[in-house]
Protein backbone atom coordinates (compact mmCIF):
# COMPACT_ATOMS: atom_id res chain seq x y z
CA UNK A 1 0.00 0.00 0.00
CA UNK A 2 2.71 2.31 0.65
CA UNK A 3 5.33 2.61 -2.40
CA UNK A 4 8.54 1.58 -0.82
CA UNK A 5 12.32 1.55 -2.03
CA UNK A 6 14.02 -1.61 -2.86
CA UNK A 7 15.73 -3.50 0.21
CA UNK A 8 19.43 -2.80 1.37
CA UNK A 9 20.57 -6.22 2.62
CA UNK A 10 24.41 -4.93 2.51
CA UNK A 11 23.76 -2.29 4.34
CA UNK A 12 20.75 -4.22 6.93
CA UNK A 13 21.24 -7.80 6.85
CA UNK A 14 18.36 -8.47 9.22
CA UNK A 15 15.07 -5.89 8.11
CA UNK A 16 16.27 -4.85 4.85
CA UNK A 17 15.51 -1.70 5.41
CA UNK A 18 17.34 1.91 5.65
CA UNK A 19 16.45 5.27 6.37
CA UNK A 20 14.47 5.81 3.04
CA UNK A 21 11.91 3.27 4.14
CA UNK A 22 11.37 5.18 7.50
CA UNK A 23 10.94 8.37 5.32
CA UNK A 24 8.51 6.45 2.33
CA UNK A 25 6.41 5.11 5.75
CA UNK A 26 6.19 8.93 6.89
CA UNK A 27 5.15 10.16 3.46
CA UNK A 28 2.60 7.52 2.61
CA UNK A 29 0.94 8.07 6.08
CA UNK A 30 0.49 11.27 5.68
CA UNK A 31 -0.64 10.81 2.77
CA UNK A 32 -3.29 8.76 3.71
CA UNK A 33 -4.72 11.42 6.09
CA UNK A 34 -5.08 14.05 3.53
CA UNK A 35 -8.79 12.71 2.16
CA UNK A 36 -9.71 13.54 5.66
CA UNK A 37 -9.02 17.00 6.76
CA UNK A 38 -11.12 19.47 7.01
CA UNK A 39 -11.56 22.60 4.51
CA UNK A 40 -10.41 25.04 7.29
CA UNK A 41 -7.25 22.39 8.08
CA UNK A 42 -7.43 22.63 11.66
CA UNK A 43 -8.67 18.92 12.17
CA UNK A 44 -8.31 15.55 10.89
CA UNK A 45 -11.31 13.83 10.97
CA UNK A 46 -10.79 9.39 10.32
CA UNK A 47 -13.20 6.96 10.11
CA UNK A 48 -13.99 5.11 12.90
CA UNK A 49 -15.22 5.58 16.88
CA UNK A 50 -14.73 8.40 19.04
CA UNK A 51 -13.28 8.66 22.05
CA UNK A 52 -14.78 9.51 25.22
CA UNK A 53 -13.00 13.18 25.16
CA UNK A 54 -14.59 14.14 21.25
CA UNK A 55 -11.15 16.10 20.72
CA UNK A 56 -10.18 13.84 18.15
CA UNK A 57 -10.20 15.77 14.91
CA UNK A 58 -7.88 17.93 16.98
CA UNK A 59 -6.06 14.57 17.57
CA UNK A 60 -6.10 13.97 13.77
CA UNK A 61 -4.25 17.45 13.51
CA UNK A 62 -1.42 17.30 16.40
CA UNK A 63 -0.37 13.84 15.75
CA UNK A 64 0.11 13.74 11.90
CA UNK A 65 1.18 17.03 12.44
CA UNK A 66 3.91 16.01 14.44
CA UNK A 67 4.70 12.86 12.19
CA UNK A 68 5.29 15.95 9.58
CA UNK A 69 7.41 18.02 11.48
CA UNK A 70 9.57 15.11 12.31
CA UNK A 71 9.76 14.55 8.11
CA UNK A 72 10.42 18.22 7.31
CA UNK A 73 13.16 18.77 10.67
CA UNK A 74 15.00 15.81 9.22
CA UNK A 75 15.47 17.39 5.90
CA UNK A 76 12.22 16.95 4.07
CA UNK A 77 10.45 18.71 1.94
CA UNK A 78 8.46 21.58 4.11
CA UNK A 79 5.61 21.21 1.97
CA UNK A 80 3.57 18.91 3.67
CA UNK A 81 3.21 21.94 6.69
CA UNK A 82 1.48 24.07 4.48
CA UNK A 83 -2.21 22.47 5.96
CA UNK A 84 -0.70 22.63 9.09
CA UNK A 85 -0.08 26.30 8.79
CA UNK A 86 -3.75 26.64 7.55
CA UNK A 87 -4.97 24.62 10.25
CA UNK A 88 -3.10 26.56 12.88
CA UNK A 89 -4.69 29.56 11.88
CA UNK A 90 -8.43 28.29 12.18
CA UNK A 91 -7.79 25.52 15.24
CA UNK A 92 -7.74 27.90 18.16
CA UNK A 93 -11.41 29.04 17.37
CA UNK A 94 -12.65 25.15 16.59
CA UNK A 95 -10.51 23.42 18.92
CA UNK A 96 -11.51 22.03 22.75
CA UNK A 97 -10.37 24.75 25.17
CA UNK A 98 -7.67 23.87 27.00
CA UNK A 99 -8.98 22.96 30.81
CA UNK A 100 -7.77 20.59 33.79
CA UNK A 101 -7.26 17.32 32.90
CA UNK A 102 -8.83 17.50 29.19
CA UNK A 103 -7.73 16.02 26.01
CA UNK A 104 -6.58 19.42 24.48
CA UNK A 105 -4.06 19.17 26.63
CA UNK A 106 -2.12 16.61 25.48
CA UNK A 107 -2.79 17.46 21.92
CA UNK A 108 -1.37 20.84 22.62
CA UNK A 109 1.84 19.44 23.61
CA UNK A 110 2.49 17.77 20.09
CA UNK A 111 1.25 21.11 18.18
CA UNK A 112 3.89 22.59 19.98
CA UNK A 113 6.36 20.18 19.94
CA UNK A 114 6.09 20.17 15.68
CA UNK A 115 6.08 24.14 15.86
CA UNK A 116 9.40 24.10 17.74
CA UNK A 117 10.67 21.10 15.37
CA UNK A 118 9.84 23.14 12.15
CA UNK A 119 10.23 26.84 13.62
CA UNK A 120 11.97 28.07 10.19
CA UNK A 121 9.28 26.82 8.11
CA UNK A 122 6.20 27.59 9.80
CA UNK A 123 5.99 29.31 12.82
CA UNK A 124 8.47 32.51 11.99
CA UNK A 125 6.68 32.76 8.41
CA UNK A 126 3.25 33.20 9.98
CA UNK A 127 1.84 36.69 10.44
CA UNK A 128 1.57 38.44 14.10
CA UNK A 129 -1.90 37.92 14.42
CA UNK A 130 -2.07 33.63 14.01
CA UNK A 131 0.97 33.89 15.78
CA UNK A 132 -0.65 35.48 19.04
CA UNK A 133 -3.84 33.76 19.06
CA UNK A 134 -2.27 30.27 18.46
CA UNK A 135 0.31 31.42 21.72
CA UNK A 136 -2.79 32.03 23.95
CA UNK A 137 -4.39 29.14 22.94
CA UNK A 138 -1.34 27.14 23.69
CA UNK A 139 -0.11 28.78 27.13
CA UNK A 140 -3.58 27.78 28.89
CA UNK A 141 -1.97 24.51 29.16
CA UNK A 142 0.17 26.51 31.75
CA UNK A 143 -2.51 27.32 33.94
CA UNK A 144 -4.67 24.54 33.84
CA UNK A 145 -3.97 21.00 35.99
CA UNK A 146 -3.15 17.74 34.22
CA UNK A 147 -3.61 14.36 35.11
CA UNK A 148 -1.36 13.31 37.69
CA UNK A 149 0.92 11.29 35.26
CA UNK A 150 2.86 11.49 32.30
CA UNK A 151 1.22 14.58 31.91
CA UNK A 152 2.71 16.82 33.68
CA UNK A 153 4.77 16.94 30.81
CA UNK A 154 2.70 18.24 28.24
CA UNK A 155 2.30 21.66 29.95
CA UNK A 156 6.13 21.85 30.18
CA UNK A 157 6.57 20.71 26.27
CA UNK A 158 4.65 23.65 25.58
CA UNK A 159 6.35 26.24 27.82
CA UNK A 160 9.73 24.58 26.51
CA UNK A 161 8.20 25.73 22.94
CA UNK A 162 7.30 29.10 24.35
CA UNK A 163 9.65 29.95 26.50
CA UNK A 164 12.08 29.47 22.77
CA UNK A 165 9.94 32.05 21.11
CA UNK A 166 10.07 34.62 24.02
CA UNK A 167 6.49 34.04 24.79
CA UNK A 168 4.66 34.06 28.10
CA UNK A 169 8.62 33.54 28.98
CA UNK A 170 7.68 33.33 33.17
CA UNK A 171 4.83 31.00 33.20
CA UNK A 172 6.44 28.78 30.00
CA UNK A 173 9.83 28.24 31.68
CA UNK A 174 7.60 27.41 35.60
CA UNK A 175 5.65 24.74 33.54
CA UNK A 176 9.00 23.11 32.34
CA UNK A 177 10.65 23.13 35.59
CA UNK A 178 7.66 22.33 37.54
CA UNK A 179 7.02 19.10 35.05
CA UNK A 180 10.26 18.07 35.01
CA UNK A 181 10.07 18.41 38.91
CA UNK A 182 7.17 16.31 39.19
CA UNK A 183 8.21 13.06 37.86
CA UNK A 184 11.07 13.13 40.28
CA UNK A 185 9.52 11.16 42.79
CA UNK A 186 8.39 8.36 40.52
CA UNK A 187 11.41 7.05 39.17
CA UNK A 188 11.51 3.73 41.05
CA UNK A 189 15.55 2.94 39.19
CA UNK A 190 17.02 1.07 36.75
CA UNK A 191 15.50 3.52 34.48
CA UNK A 192 12.35 3.22 34.88
CA UNK A 193 9.55 5.52 36.49
CA UNK A 194 6.15 4.91 37.06
CA UNK A 195 3.24 6.82 35.38
CA UNK A 196 2.18 8.47 38.42
CA UNK A 197 1.59 7.06 42.23
CA UNK A 198 1.87 4.10 42.49
CA UNK A 199 3.38 1.10 40.20
CA UNK A 200 2.25 1.48 37.07
CA UNK A 201 5.45 0.48 34.92
CA UNK A 202 4.34 0.11 30.95
CA UNK A 203 5.77 1.36 27.61
CA UNK A 204 4.39 5.21 28.83
CA UNK A 205 8.34 5.04 29.99
CA UNK A 206 9.90 5.19 26.76
CA UNK A 207 7.10 6.93 24.73
CA UNK A 208 6.71 9.56 27.57
CA UNK A 209 8.60 9.76 30.34
CA UNK A 210 12.03 9.99 28.68
CA UNK A 211 10.86 11.46 24.87
CA UNK A 212 10.03 14.72 26.39
CA UNK A 213 13.09 15.40 28.47
CA UNK A 214 15.25 13.95 26.17
CA UNK A 215 13.63 16.51 23.53
CA UNK A 216 13.35 19.41 26.10
CA UNK A 217 17.13 18.99 26.37
CA UNK A 218 18.02 19.04 22.82
CA UNK A 219 15.64 21.68 21.07
CA UNK A 220 16.92 23.62 24.43
CA UNK A 221 20.48 23.46 23.22
CA UNK A 222 21.92 21.51 26.89
CA UNK A 223 22.99 18.60 27.83
CA UNK A 224 20.50 15.41 29.07
CA UNK A 225 22.32 15.36 32.32
CA UNK A 226 20.34 12.94 34.72
CA UNK A 227 17.62 12.45 32.64
CA UNK A 228 19.70 11.03 29.63
CA UNK A 229 21.92 8.96 32.76
CA UNK A 230 18.33 7.59 33.13
CA UNK A 231 17.39 7.18 29.88
CA UNK A 232 20.76 4.86 29.33
CA UNK A 233 20.09 2.78 32.22
CA UNK A 234 16.38 2.43 30.78
CA UNK A 235 17.64 0.93 27.49
CA UNK A 236 19.94 -1.32 28.74
CA UNK A 237 16.68 -3.67 29.78
CA UNK A 238 14.77 -2.18 27.64
CA UNK A 239 16.16 -3.02 24.54
CA UNK A 240 16.14 -6.70 26.06
CA UNK A 241 11.61 -6.36 25.59
CA UNK A 242 12.03 -6.81 22.09
CA UNK A 243 12.47 -10.17 20.00
CA UNK A 244 14.50 -10.65 16.84
CA UNK A 245 11.29 -10.47 14.42
CA UNK A 246 10.58 -7.19 15.58
CA UNK A 247 7.67 -7.95 18.20
CA UNK A 248 6.75 -6.16 21.45
CA UNK A 249 5.38 -6.39 24.78
CA UNK A 250 2.28 -7.23 24.66
CA UNK A 251 2.08 -4.87 28.21
CA UNK A 252 -0.07 -2.40 29.56
CA UNK A 253 -2.18 0.45 28.12
CA UNK A 254 -2.12 2.20 25.01
CA UNK A 255 -0.96 -0.63 22.66
CA UNK A 256 -2.61 0.73 19.71
CA UNK A 257 0.38 3.28 19.30
CA UNK A 258 2.44 0.05 18.35
CA UNK A 259 5.85 1.34 17.13
CA UNK A 260 6.18 3.82 19.22
CA UNK A 261 7.51 1.88 21.28
CA UNK A 262 11.27 2.76 19.66
CA UNK A 263 10.89 5.99 20.51
CA UNK A 264 12.94 5.65 23.29
CA UNK A 265 15.64 4.13 21.46
CA UNK A 266 16.09 6.71 18.75
CA UNK A 267 16.33 9.55 21.56
CA UNK A 268 18.88 7.75 23.78
CA UNK A 269 20.94 8.15 20.11
CA UNK A 270 19.73 11.41 19.55
CA UNK A 271 21.20 12.81 22.89
CA UNK A 272 24.54 10.30 23.32
CA UNK A 273 22.49 8.34 25.91
CA UNK A 274 22.46 4.91 25.09
CA UNK A 275 23.84 1.64 25.45
CA UNK A 276 23.58 0.32 22.13
CA UNK A 277 25.33 0.52 19.31
CA UNK A 278 24.11 2.17 16.21
CA UNK A 279 23.60 -1.09 14.03
CA UNK A 280 21.17 -2.64 16.82
CA UNK A 281 18.92 0.85 17.76
CA UNK A 282 18.00 0.97 13.27
CA UNK A 283 18.04 -3.13 13.77
CA UNK A 284 15.62 -2.98 16.53
CA UNK A 285 13.55 -0.34 15.26
CA UNK A 286 13.12 -0.98 11.89
CA UNK A 287 12.00 -4.52 12.96
CA UNK A 288 9.21 -2.72 14.87
CA UNK A 289 7.83 -0.64 12.30
CA UNK A 290 8.14 -3.26 9.39
CA UNK A 291 6.71 -6.05 12.15
CA UNK A 292 3.20 -3.91 12.05
CA UNK A 293 3.54 -3.25 8.66
CA UNK A 294 3.82 -6.51 7.48
CA UNK A 295 0.68 -7.89 10.08
CA UNK A 296 -1.94 -5.65 8.42
CA UNK A 297 -1.82 -2.57 10.79
CA UNK A 298 -3.11 -0.15 8.10
CA UNK A 299 -6.07 -0.56 6.62
CA UNK A 300 -6.77 -0.68 2.95
CA UNK A 301 -6.68 3.25 2.95
CA UNK A 302 -3.52 3.00 3.98
CA UNK A 303 -4.51 4.58 7.78
CA UNK A 304 -3.22 3.31 11.08
CA UNK A 305 -6.35 0.91 12.69
CA UNK A 306 -7.48 1.16 16.39
CA UNK A 307 -5.57 -2.62 17.59
CA UNK A 308 -2.36 -4.45 17.34
CA UNK A 309 -2.38 -6.23 14.10
CA UNK A 310 -5.27 -4.87 12.82
CA UNK A 311 -8.60 -3.75 14.85
CA UNK A 312 -9.15 -5.28 17.98
CA UNK A 313 -11.19 -3.61 20.54
CA UNK A 314 -9.68 -5.13 23.60
CA UNK A 315 -6.26 -3.52 22.70
CA UNK A 316 -8.38 -0.38 23.38
CA UNK A 317 -9.42 1.84 26.23
CA UNK A 318 -12.29 4.25 26.75
CA UNK A 319 -10.04 7.72 25.62
CA UNK A 320 -8.83 5.39 22.05
CA UNK A 321 -10.56 6.98 19.33
CA UNK A 322 -9.48 7.33 15.63
CA UNK A 323 -6.58 9.31 15.86
CA UNK A 324 -5.11 7.59 18.88
CA UNK A 325 -2.68 5.24 16.80
CA UNK A 326 -1.02 8.36 15.36
CA UNK A 327 0.75 8.57 18.70
CA UNK A 328 3.11 6.33 16.48
CA UNK A 329 4.16 9.33 14.84
CA UNK A 330 6.90 9.47 17.64
CA UNK A 331 8.69 6.65 16.19
CA UNK A 332 9.73 8.89 13.64
CA UNK A 333 11.92 10.90 15.92
CA UNK A 334 15.07 9.05 14.86
CA UNK A 335 14.30 11.13 11.13
CA UNK A 336 15.89 14.11 13.72
CA UNK A 337 19.53 12.18 13.48
CA UNK A 338 21.17 13.29 10.07
CA UNK A 339 21.40 11.03 6.83
CA UNK A 340 24.97 10.70 8.11
CA UNK A 341 24.50 9.50 11.88
CA UNK A 342 25.94 5.95 12.76
CA UNK A 343 22.15 4.77 13.32
CA UNK A 344 21.61 5.06 9.52
CA UNK A 345 24.99 4.17 8.19
CA UNK A 346 26.44 1.74 10.18
CA UNK A 347 24.96 -2.28 9.61
CA UNK A 348 22.40 -3.65 11.34
CA UNK A 349 23.64 -5.66 14.04
CA UNK A 350 20.87 -8.14 16.14
CA UNK A 351 19.68 -6.71 19.15
CA UNK A 352 20.65 -7.55 22.33
CA UNK A 353 19.91 -10.67 24.05
CA UNK A 354 20.03 -12.42 28.02
CA UNK A 355 18.48 -11.85 30.88
CA UNK A 356 18.00 -8.78 33.34
CA UNK A 357 16.45 -8.11 36.33
CA UNK A 358 15.39 -4.76 37.52
CA UNK A 359 14.77 -4.39 41.15
CA UNK A 360 13.33 -1.09 40.03
CA UNK A 361 10.39 -2.06 38.19
CA UNK A 362 10.38 -5.73 39.84
CA UNK A 363 10.57 -6.81 36.45
CA UNK A 364 12.85 -9.69 34.74
CA UNK A 365 13.21 -9.16 31.01
CA UNK A 366 14.54 -11.89 28.41
CA UNK A 367 15.10 -11.60 24.80
CA UNK A 368 16.27 -15.18 23.52
CA UNK A 369 14.88 -18.03 21.40
CA UNK A 370 12.58 -16.17 19.13
CA UNK A 371 10.45 -14.02 21.81
CA UNK A 372 11.11 -11.89 24.52
CA UNK A 373 9.37 -11.78 28.10
CA UNK A 374 8.28 -9.88 31.00
CA UNK A 375 8.13 -11.79 34.28
CA UNK A 376 5.93 -9.28 36.11
CA UNK A 377 6.73 -8.77 40.01
CA UNK A 378 6.58 -4.47 39.85
CA UNK A 379 3.48 -3.49 37.97
CA UNK A 380 -0.14 -2.45 37.91
CA UNK A 381 -2.44 0.37 37.59
CA UNK A 382 -5.78 -0.92 37.72
CA UNK A 383 -7.33 -3.88 39.63
CA UNK A 384 -7.56 -7.10 38.06
CA UNK A 385 -6.54 -5.54 34.47
CA UNK A 386 -5.19 -8.12 32.45
CA UNK A 387 -2.65 -5.65 30.81
CA UNK A 388 -1.40 -5.13 34.13
CA UNK A 389 -1.79 -8.21 36.74
CA UNK A 390 -0.62 -11.03 35.20
CA UNK A 391 2.38 -12.96 36.45
CA UNK A 392 4.41 -13.01 32.96
CA UNK A 393 4.04 -11.28 29.60
CA UNK A 394 5.57 -11.40 26.35
CA UNK A 395 6.26 -10.26 22.47
CA UNK A 396 4.79 -12.85 20.89
CA UNK A 397 1.42 -13.68 23.41
CA UNK A 398 -0.91 -11.51 24.27
CA UNK A 399 -3.86 -12.03 27.61
CA UNK A 400 -6.94 -13.46 27.01
CA UNK A 401 -10.43 -11.47 27.30
CA UNK A 402 -12.47 -10.98 29.75
CA UNK A 403 -14.09 -13.99 31.27
CA UNK A 404 -12.12 -16.24 29.43
CA UNK A 405 -10.02 -18.59 31.38
CA UNK A 406 -6.86 -16.08 32.42
CA UNK A 407 -3.49 -16.51 31.13
CA UNK A 408 0.01 -16.39 33.62
CA UNK A 409 -2.06 -16.33 36.09
CA UNK A 410 -2.08 -18.06 39.75
CA UNK A 411 -4.40 -18.32 42.50
CA UNK A 412 -6.01 -20.13 45.13
CA UNK A 413 -9.91 -21.61 44.09
CA UNK A 414 -12.95 -20.83 45.85
CA UNK A 415 -15.20 -23.52 46.57
CA UNK A 416 -17.18 -22.57 43.14
CA UNK A 417 -13.90 -22.84 41.12
CA UNK A 418 -13.16 -19.43 40.62
CA UNK A 419 -9.62 -18.67 41.07
CA UNK A 420 -8.84 -16.02 42.83
CA UNK A 421 -7.57 -12.82 41.45
CA UNK A 422 -4.15 -11.37 41.82
CA UNK A 423 -5.37 -8.35 43.90
CA UNK A 424 -2.72 -5.44 44.68
CA UNK A 425 0.50 -6.88 45.78
CA UNK A 426 3.54 -5.54 46.97
CA UNK A 427 7.00 -5.81 45.44
CA UNK A 428 9.74 -8.07 47.71
CA UNK A 429 12.70 -7.76 45.45
CA UNK A 430 14.49 -8.75 41.85
CA UNK A 431 18.19 -10.09 41.63
CA UNK A 432 20.32 -12.53 39.95
CA UNK A 433 22.44 -15.26 41.41
CA UNK A 434 25.20 -17.38 39.43
CA UNK A 435 22.64 -17.88 36.08
CA UNK A 436 19.27 -17.53 37.55
CA UNK A 437 16.96 -14.42 38.27
CA UNK A 438 14.29 -14.08 40.29
CA UNK A 439 11.49 -12.02 41.22
CA UNK A 440 9.40 -11.80 44.64
CA UNK A 441 6.26 -10.15 45.41
CA UNK A 442 3.23 -10.66 47.52
CA UNK A 443 -0.31 -10.11 47.53
CA UNK A 444 -3.27 -10.96 50.37
CA UNK A 445 -3.60 -14.54 48.89
CA UNK A 446 0.06 -15.76 48.23
CA UNK A 447 3.92 -14.98 48.19
CA UNK A 448 5.48 -15.84 45.31
CA UNK A 449 8.95 -15.98 43.34
CA UNK A 450 9.96 -16.67 39.55
CA UNK A 451 12.91 -17.75 39.09
CA UNK A 452 14.50 -17.50 35.42
CA UNK A 453 17.25 -19.64 33.55
CA UNK A 454 17.75 -19.62 30.06
CA UNK A 455 13.89 -20.04 28.73
CA UNK A 456 13.17 -21.96 31.65
CA UNK A 457 10.86 -20.27 34.35
CA UNK A 458 10.18 -21.70 37.66
CA UNK A 459 6.96 -20.03 39.62
CA UNK A 460 6.88 -20.58 43.10
CA UNK A 461 3.78 -20.00 45.09
CA UNK A 462 2.87 -20.46 49.05
CA UNK A 463 -0.72 -20.24 49.92
CA UNK A 464 -2.37 -21.78 53.54
CA UNK A 465 -1.94 -25.19 53.78
CA UNK A 466 -3.99 -27.21 52.35
CA UNK A 467 -5.57 -24.69 49.87
CA UNK A 468 -7.08 -25.57 46.05
CA UNK A 469 -4.86 -23.64 44.06
CA UNK A 470 -4.32 -22.99 40.04
CA UNK A 471 -1.27 -22.15 37.93
CA UNK A 472 -1.78 -21.49 34.04
CA UNK A 473 0.78 -20.17 31.57
CA UNK A 474 0.90 -18.63 27.84
CA UNK A 475 -1.95 -18.59 25.90
CA UNK A 476 -1.08 -19.89 21.69
CA UNK A 477 -3.56 -18.70 19.24
CA UNK A 478 -4.57 -21.76 17.17
CA UNK A 479 -2.23 -24.16 19.21
CA UNK A 480 -2.18 -27.62 19.27
CA UNK A 481 -0.52 -30.34 21.28
CA UNK A 482 2.99 -29.94 20.50
CA UNK A 483 3.54 -33.64 19.99
CA UNK A 484 0.60 -33.59 17.76
CA UNK A 485 0.95 -33.78 13.93
CA UNK A 486 -2.82 -31.98 13.32
CA UNK A 487 -5.41 -30.73 15.52
CA UNK A 488 -6.76 -33.09 18.44
CA UNK A 489 -8.85 -33.01 21.28
CA UNK A 490 -7.49 -29.91 23.49
CA UNK A 491 -7.15 -32.58 26.33
CA UNK A 492 -4.55 -34.45 24.56
CA UNK A 493 -2.07 -31.67 25.54
CA UNK A 494 -2.04 -32.44 28.79
CA UNK A 495 1.17 -35.37 29.44
CA UNK A 496 1.21 -37.83 32.03
CA UNK A 497 2.40 -36.91 35.62
CA UNK A 498 5.46 -38.22 35.54
CA UNK A 499 8.45 -37.51 37.83
CA UNK A 500 8.13 -34.09 36.81
CA UNK A 501 4.19 -33.75 37.59
CA UNK A 502 1.30 -32.85 35.11
CA UNK A 503 2.42 -31.20 32.14
CA UNK A 504 0.35 -29.48 29.40
CA UNK A 505 2.86 -28.63 26.04
CA UNK A 506 1.46 -26.77 23.19
CA UNK A 507 2.47 -25.45 19.60
CA UNK A 508 1.14 -22.67 17.47
CA UNK A 509 1.10 -22.48 14.12
CA UNK A 510 3.75 -19.30 13.18
CA UNK A 511 5.87 -20.94 15.44
CA UNK A 512 5.92 -20.47 19.54
CA UNK A 513 5.87 -23.23 21.45
CA UNK A 514 5.02 -23.47 25.54
CA UNK A 515 4.97 -26.04 28.11
CA UNK A 516 3.96 -25.78 31.58
CA UNK A 517 4.54 -28.38 34.01
CA UNK A 518 3.69 -29.09 37.66
CA UNK A 519 6.74 -29.82 39.98
CA UNK A 520 5.00 -29.90 43.33
CA UNK A 521 1.43 -29.65 44.63
CA UNK A 522 -0.36 -29.78 41.10
CA UNK A 523 -2.61 -32.87 40.39
CA UNK A 524 -3.84 -32.28 37.34
CA UNK A 525 -3.22 -30.49 33.66
CA UNK A 526 -5.15 -29.18 31.07
CA UNK A 527 -5.37 -27.15 27.82
CA UNK A 528 -8.74 -25.05 27.89
CA UNK A 529 -9.98 -22.94 24.95
CA UNK A 530 -10.23 -19.65 25.47
CA UNK A 531 -12.81 -18.81 22.46
CA UNK A 532 -12.09 -15.21 21.61
CA UNK A 533 -8.58 -16.09 21.58
CA UNK A 534 -6.08 -13.22 22.32
CA UNK A 535 -4.50 -9.88 19.69
CA UNK A 536 -2.38 -12.70 18.46
CA UNK A 537 -5.53 -14.75 16.99
CA UNK A 538 -8.58 -16.79 17.69
CA UNK A 539 -9.26 -18.80 19.71
CA UNK A 540 -6.46 -19.50 21.77
CA UNK A 541 -5.84 -22.70 24.43
CA UNK A 542 -4.35 -21.62 27.75
CA UNK A 543 -2.45 -24.77 29.70
CA UNK A 544 -4.04 -24.60 33.19
CA UNK A 545 -2.66 -26.86 36.40
CA UNK A 546 -4.53 -27.97 39.24
CA UNK A 547 -3.90 -29.27 42.42
CA UNK A 548 -4.06 -29.02 46.62
CA UNK A 549 -0.94 -27.15 48.11
CA UNK A 550 -1.26 -29.66 51.23
CA UNK A 551 2.22 -28.11 52.88
CA UNK A 552 1.41 -24.61 51.38
CA UNK A 553 3.82 -24.71 48.18
CA UNK A 554 3.04 -24.52 44.81
CA UNK A 555 5.72 -24.97 42.42
CA UNK A 556 5.45 -25.15 38.25
CA UNK A 557 7.62 -24.79 35.20
CA UNK A 558 6.60 -22.38 32.20
CA UNK A 559 8.73 -22.20 28.98
CA UNK A 560 7.89 -20.02 25.88
CA UNK A 561 10.04 -20.09 22.51
CA UNK A 562 9.69 -18.61 19.56
CA UNK A 563 10.99 -18.93 16.12
CA UNK A 564 14.02 -16.73 16.16
CA UNK A 565 14.93 -15.14 12.61
CA UNK A 566 18.52 -14.39 13.57
CA UNK A 567 19.33 -17.93 14.31
CA UNK A 568 17.15 -19.95 12.26
CA UNK A 569 14.07 -22.09 13.91
CA UNK A 570 14.77 -22.82 17.37
CA UNK A 571 12.97 -26.21 17.37
CA UNK A 572 12.27 -28.50 19.93
CA UNK A 573 15.55 -29.76 20.23
CA UNK A 574 17.34 -26.43 20.13
CA UNK A 575 19.50 -26.42 23.27
CA UNK A 576 19.16 -23.80 26.30
CA UNK A 577 21.86 -21.66 25.35
CA UNK A 578 25.04 -20.13 27.33
CA UNK A 579 23.19 -20.19 30.84
CA UNK A 580 24.01 -23.77 30.67
CA UNK A 581 20.80 -24.69 32.33
CA UNK A 582 20.61 -27.81 30.40
CA UNK A 583 17.43 -27.20 29.73
CA UNK A 584 16.04 -27.67 26.22
CA UNK A 585 14.58 -24.67 24.70
CA UNK A 586 11.75 -26.15 22.81
CA UNK A 587 8.73 -27.38 24.98
CA UNK A 588 8.26 -31.15 23.45
CA UNK A 589 12.09 -31.72 24.56
CA UNK A 590 11.96 -30.00 27.92
CA UNK A 591 8.65 -32.38 28.31
CA UNK A 592 11.13 -35.25 27.55
CA UNK A 593 14.01 -34.73 29.63
CA UNK A 594 15.19 -30.65 30.41
CA UNK A 595 12.63 -29.86 33.63
CA UNK A 596 14.02 -28.67 37.04
CA UNK A 597 12.80 -30.69 40.09
CA UNK A 598 11.35 -29.19 43.01
CA UNK A 599 11.22 -30.17 46.70
CA UNK A 600 9.71 -28.22 49.67
CA UNK A 601 11.42 -27.66 53.17
CA UNK A 602 10.07 -26.68 55.54
CA UNK A 603 10.20 -22.95 54.86
CA UNK A 604 11.96 -22.96 51.34
CA UNK A 605 11.66 -24.86 48.28
CA UNK A 606 15.01 -26.06 46.46
CA UNK A 607 15.49 -26.57 42.68
CA UNK A 608 17.65 -28.67 41.05
CA UNK A 609 18.73 -28.39 37.74
CA UNK A 610 19.27 -30.71 34.94
CA UNK A 611 22.61 -30.32 35.32
CA UNK A 612 23.08 -31.11 38.78
CA UNK A 613 23.33 -27.24 39.90
CA UNK A 614 20.74 -26.26 42.97
CA UNK A 615 19.35 -22.97 44.18
CA UNK A 616 17.00 -22.53 47.84
CA UNK A 617 14.06 -19.95 47.17
CA UNK A 618 12.18 -18.63 50.31
CA UNK A 619 9.18 -16.12 49.33
CA UNK A 620 11.82 -13.71 49.56
CA UNK A 621 14.32 -14.99 47.26
CA UNK A 622 17.39 -17.02 46.99
CA UNK A 623 18.74 -18.39 50.25
CA UNK A 624 22.59 -17.32 49.79
CA UNK A 625 24.21 -19.35 52.43
Known amino acids: ?21 WEAVADGLLAAVEPFRSPDGAEVNLPGRESWSRCDGMEGYARTFLLAAFRVAGGGDPAPLEPYARGLAAGPRVWQPVGDRTQSMVEAASIALGLWLTRPHLWDRLDGRTRAVAADYLSATLRHQPANSNW ?9 FLAS ?50 LLAHLSGRQAGVHGERLRDFLAGFALTFDADGGMLYHGRSLTYRFASVTALFAGALVDATPLAPGQTRRIASGVLRHFLDRGALSPDGLLTLGWYGPYEPALQPYSGWASPYW ?3 AFLGLLLPPDHPVWTAPEEPGPTGTA ?19 NHGSEKYADDPLYDRYAYSSRTAPTTAGAVPDNHFGTVTEDGTPAPRGPFTPVGAGTLDDVAWAASRSAGAESVSVLRGPVEVRIHRVAPGSRVRQTGWALPHATPADAAGPTDSADAAGPAGP ?4 VALRSPDGPETLLAGLHGYE ?32 AVAVLVGRDPQAGPTGAGAQAGPTGAGAQAGPTGARAAGLPTARADGGRVLVTWPDGTAHAFTTDGPVTA
Do not use: C, Q
Request: no cysteine; charged share 15%.
Open 524 to 555: TAAAVEAPDGTAFGSPALVPVLDGVALDGWAV
Open 357 to 375: ALPGPGFLVRSSDGVATLV
Open 328 to 330: AAK
Open 165 to 214: AGLHTGEAEAAVRRGLARIEPWYAGDGWYSDGPGRAFDHYNGWALHLYPA
Open 500 to 503: AGPV
Open 152 to 160: WLFPATVGG
Open 1 to 21: MIPLPPENRSLSPHTGWTRAH
